[in-house]
């Protein structure tokens, strides 16, 4: 009865692990192809990636990559495909930043209306296409993904010197006026670093443990897994899904809105045409990595994040750091496939182990550890 | 591919032969050690319950899977099938308990799908249907769209698909499931037509009563392996197939002394749903049920009777009349506040309605009860308190697992259902849809389900019973009523009706049908 105890989370770290080694299989084959020596190649990227300015940079990294990949969960979680998260931070973090820039509030309560202003306005971005979905019937991956060139199109529009941009001093860049130091967040030093952690990765693991807590400790996070798994028992069992699509999509506009955050209250204080884009793409793959689990997406985020680092060093070896996408794009192709195996295999123990329980003919409702 | 030639009725070499076939899968032997026999031209009935491994015989037989170990002789020669294309190519054809048609297209262009090289499409494989339909007596338009034609009619065309391909051989898996009785009697004296002509035609059921009318031999499975070969249906009956069936005696679905009350549960006057397209899929339906009744609904499926239990539950709104639960009208509530009020509800498609499959069986027991104890406190999941209730229902339904753990998709769906039963049994439903509870479990399960609904009933539970098994209907029901198209029809007093005549109630063929 040993195997009904295999462990959702323990079939993801195995079904990770092959998809990590396959990844890198396939990486090697691709190096040695290009004339490239596989060992010395990973060796640099370890030694580089361990370096102190590394790991800080991985971690600020990781950490809105970790927020990314929540948002994206919280859709997944319950099969809506919110392909928007990534127009959602960015006019949020935007907006948040114009608000951060135009007054100076007393520390503390400044933070707050910015990550609440980036909170609402991400919410009420994704809440367009759930709206749109239980009104109209529009499938959200086409709503969202048009809500994000809108995205690009009003930031773009904004960001004007006569709107709420202003010409940052000594560069061509134009950003939102810089947030003053009340509402900024200070970071934490590193030993050995030049560079600080963002104050806000904090942020990132509050989010995953409330997550958590959410959807797995609640009626209403259990009443959004019921409709993800099957949204027709679902409305037999009384849940109210069209409710649930607009409260996910709001939820997982909520959680996009604090994507720009540590970086924004970290580093930028101000939203610049040189924000990070792009985020809410990575998130997606990374939500798939870690099966939407929130410590799952951790160590997908910390690997993705280390990935994107440690390649920099591969251009001073004359490698192109492009290699490395081929990595994260084996890992994600083997790692969807893997766990479908896995999924199956833990199917089929488990209706052995029925049918052997059945074939004994013993009576049911013997204990099984939790 | 050729087309049919005669057979000799009294061939000496037997039509099938199986030896020793055994089919493993993982963890269970679906068909252990089974040898059947079937004489040429005959009917030849297979009974066993759900599950037993009737299907997966048929499917060796259709090259649909290998068999483990055994062979399989036709018209005496060994043969080893790998695909149904094999099979087809001895004579051997299949209809499916499913129909496999389009409705779109016409008779003749379904029977010819697939089968082009045969005839063609035109003027010959028309006259090729025309001759087949004659000889075999399966009346049918081949210029009727198949949307247009019965339950009874689609069954014949896929008969004529067949036998257009050149079948010998028939296999029927199911066949009377979908029937009212007078279609069984129609499909019934086809297949003695086919009979007639040399033909075999190898029956499956475990209606014991048709078969003991249509079959020329028996054979009994049971748990996978033949109990009893080649019986003659003039020597044995009902009752002793029954018990070679399951191994005892077979459940009957019936209620003893009427606990009927005075008191109204579920009360609806003029309920009117529309279905697609605007027309009414229930129409002005008004019926009350007391405390500790069963009232059953009969008709033939798709006769308004899913909407009518959608409307009840809430998932879909009526666009006329009212639902009272008691004194309380709920035509306006949703449907957590329904079942939170004390209706209960075992859905037609478990699958569907009723389960998350890739759940733990615990949380499947939450699903419908999730805003309540056990279950819940306040807003958080009482992880303990439902494993503890799971636990109990495990035990005291006799849920066959190893463990709640488990997910709902590897249990049998007997346990399924035997779950699903307790689950909607808990916390004290004033009211209880049960619609098709026993579809597709065992016989143990099945009893056991009849008997927590006579105990309920017992304690004041008000049912509404909707069942396409017309003895269960009959059986477990204080009153009946017959839906047609959305209406109720008719009514029926379940202690003297007989199935045939709620069968043509159903049909709307009966003088008092339509009112």
């Not at chain 1, 990949?69 to 809506?80: E, H, K, P, S």
């Not at chain 1, 607009?246 to 209250?265: K, T, W």
């Not at chain 2, 499913?98 to 003027?123: C, K, P, Q, S, W």
């Not at chain 2, 399966?138 to 009874?152: A, F, I, K, Q, T």
């Amino acid at each position: 009865m040993n195997r009904l105890k295999t462990s959702p989370l323990a079939l993801t770290v195995i079904a990770a692990a092959v998809a990590l080694a396959f990844s890198i299989i396939v990486t090697s084959m691709v190096l040695s192809i290009s004339g490239f020596n596989p060992p010395s190649t990973f060796q640099a990227m370890i030694e580089f990636g361990t370096e102190p300015d590394s790991v800080v940079n991985t971690l600020n990294r990781a950490s809105t990559y970790y927020l990314a990949a929540i948002a994206v969960a919280i859709g997944f979680r319950m099969n809506l495909f919110n392909i928007g998260v990534d127009g959602q931070y960015r006019l949020a973090a935007m907006l948040a930043a114009a608000v951060g820039g135009a007054w100076a509030l007393p520390a503390g309560l400044h933070q707050v209306v910015i990550i609440g202003t980036a909170m609402l306005v991400g919410a009420m971005w994704a809440g367009i296409a759930g709206i749109l979905k239980v009104t109209r019937g529009v499938s959200e991956v086409i709503s969202t993904i048009m809500l994000n060139f809108i995205a690009t199109g009003i930031i773009a529009y904004l960001l004007q010197s006569d709107k709420l941009g202003t010409q940052v001093a000594g560069s061509d860049n134009i950003g939102t006026k810089p947030i003053a130091p009340s509402g900024q967040v200070a970071g934490i030093p590193y030993p050995g670093a030049g560079l600080e952690i963002f104050g806000l990765i904090i942020l990132a693991v509050v989010v995953g443990v409330v997550f958590h807590i959410v959807i797995n400790r609640t009626r209403f996070g259990y009443d959004l897994r019921a409709t993800g798994l099957s949204s027709s028992a679902a409305v037999a069992s009384g849940v109210d899904a069209r409710r649930m699509v607009v409260v996910a999509m709001v939820l997982s506009g909520a959680a996009a809105g604090l994507i720009g955050m540590p970086q924004l209250l970290g580093s930028s204080h101000s939203y610049g045409l040189d924000f990070p884009g792009g985020l809410g793409f990575i998130g997606i793959g990374i939500a798939l990595l870690g099966r939407n689990n929130p410590i799952g997406i951790a160590f997908a985020a910390l690997l993705w994040s280390f990935l994107d680092q440690s390649s920099q060093i591969l251009e001073f070896n004359e490698i192109p750091k492009e290699i490395v996408a081929i990595t994260q794009a084996a890992v994600l192709l083997s790692v969807v496939v893997v766990y479908e195996i896995v999924r199956r295999l833990g199917l089929r123990w488990q209706q052995q182990a029925v049918a052997a329980e059945l074939a004994e003919g013993s009576p049911a409702g013997k204990e099984v550890a939790a | 591919m050729s087309s049919s030639t005669e057979r000799p009725v009294a061939a000496a070499a037997p039509a099938i032969e199986l030896r020793g076939i055994t089919k493993r899968f993982p963890g269970v032997v679906a068909n252990r050690d089974i040898a059947l026999t079937v004489a040429a031209g005959t009917v030849h009935a297979i009974v066993g319950e759900n599950g037993a491994g009737k299907s997966t015989l048929m499917k060796i037989l259709y090259g649909m899977q290998k068999p483990d170990e055994g062979t399989i002789s036709v018209g005496g020669e060994p043969v080893a099938f790998g695909s149904p294309a094999d099979a087809i190519a001895r004579g051997i054809g299949m209809v499916h308990q499913h129909f496999m048609l389009a409705d779109n297209l016409t008779v003749l262009e379904n029977v010819v799908l697939g089968a082009e090289r045969l005839h063609g499409i035109g003027a010959k494989a028309r006259r090729r249907i025309e001759e087949l339909a004659e000889r075999f007596g399966v009346r049918l338009d081949p210029d009727r769209l198949v949307e247009d034609l019965g339950v009874g009619d689609r069954q014949r065309v896929e008969i004529l698909k067949v036998l257009y391909r050149g079948a010998e051989i028939l296999i029927l898996d199911e066949p009377t499931a979908v029937l009212v009785p007078q279609e069984v009697d129609e499909l019934f004296d086809n297949l003695r037509e086919l009979k007639r002509e040399g033909l075999t035609v190898l029956f499956i059921s475990h209606k014991l009563d048709e078969v003991l009318s249509v079959a020329d031999a028996i054979t009994v499975i049971r748990r996978g392996s033949t109990v009893s070969d080649n019986v003659d249906p003039r020597e044995t009956s009902a009752r002793e197939l029954a018990r070679l069936m399951v191994g005892s005696e077979l459940p009957v679905p019936e209620l003893r002394e009427s606990t009927v009350t005075d008191r109204p549960v579920l009360t609806l006057a003029g309920l009117t749903v529309k279905g697609a397209g605007g027309r009414p899929a229930v129409d002005d339906v008004s019926f009350t049920i007391h405390a500790g009744e069963v009232l059953g609904i009969a008709g033939v499926e798709g006769n308004g009777q899913a909407e009518l239990v959608e409307a009840i539950m809430g998932i879909r709104s009526p666009d006329g009349g009212t639902i009272r639960l008691g004194e309380e009208e709920i035509t306006a509530w949703t449907t957590r506040r329904r079942r939170e009020s004390g209706i209960g509800f075992i859905p037609e498609d478990r699958h569907r309605h009723g389960l998350l499959l890739e759940s733990s069986l615990w949380e499947n027991r939450m699903l419908g009860h999730q805003t309540r104890k056990p279950n819940v406190k306040g807003p958080w999941i009482d992880r303990s308190g439902a494993r503890a209730d799971t636990e109990r229902i495990v035990r005291d339904y006799d849920v066959r697992t190893p463990g709640i753990d488990v997910t709902a998709v590897a249990l049998s769906g007997g346990n399924q259902q035997k779950l699903i039963v307790g689950r909607e049994m808990s916390g004290e439903p004033k009211f209880l849809i049960a619609s098709h509870p026993t579809r597709g479990v065992d016989v143990g399960a099945q009893a056991a389900i009849w008997q927590h609904l006579r105990n309920a009933r017992a304690e004041g539970l008000a049912v509404l019973l909707i069942s396409a098994d017309l003895d269960e209907l009959i059986g477990m029901s204080d009153t009946l009523r017959v839906i047609l198209r959305g209406r109720i029809v008719s009514e029926a007093d379940p202690t003297t009706v007989t199935p045939e005549q709620l069968g043509s109630a159903m049909t709307g063929a009966s003088p008092e049908g339509e009112s």
